[in-house]
């Protein structure tokens, strides 16, 4: 069974910075794209960034210039730099592969997906 796992969340100031982790198990992400979304509570899912295989990306205009998603090939991981962090950027951040490689925002072309991890941005 494909797992993706999260890490990398947890609690920082305003104006600081995380990065997120994505690594597959028993699969890799060879001509995939794979994206981010996150959920603040009571919120519906929404779109972050994705990266396709090509390396093409594409992020949400609400975090454009802050955060960048990356691609390790040789350790099967993506990820998401995410700088300037503001409270409203609190929320369970989660990573999906498209094995269509679509490079889609939309959350049902996606595959597989991971359990998330919090990221809680104090004021």
């Known amino acids: 069974q494909v797992q993706l796992v999260e890490s990398g969340g947890g609690l920082v100031q305003a104006g600081g910075s995380l990065r997120l982790s994505c690594a597959a198990s028993r699969r890799t992400f060879s001509g995939n794209a794979v994206g981010w979304f996150r959920q603040a509570p009571e919120k519906e899912r929404e779109f972050v960034a994705v990266?396709?295989?090509?390396?093409?990306?594409a992020y949400a205009d609400s975090v454009k210039g802050r955060f960048t998603i990356s691609r390790d090939n040789a350790k099967n991981t993506v990820y998401l730099q995410m700088n300037s962090l503001r409270p409203e950027d609190t929320a369970v951040y989660y990573c999906a592969a498209d094995i269509g490689d679509l490079g889609t925002f939309r959350a049902d072309a996606y595959d597989y997906w991971g359990q998330g991890t919090r990221v809680t941005v104090s004021s």
């Open positions: 990266i396709m295989w090509s390396g093409i990306t």
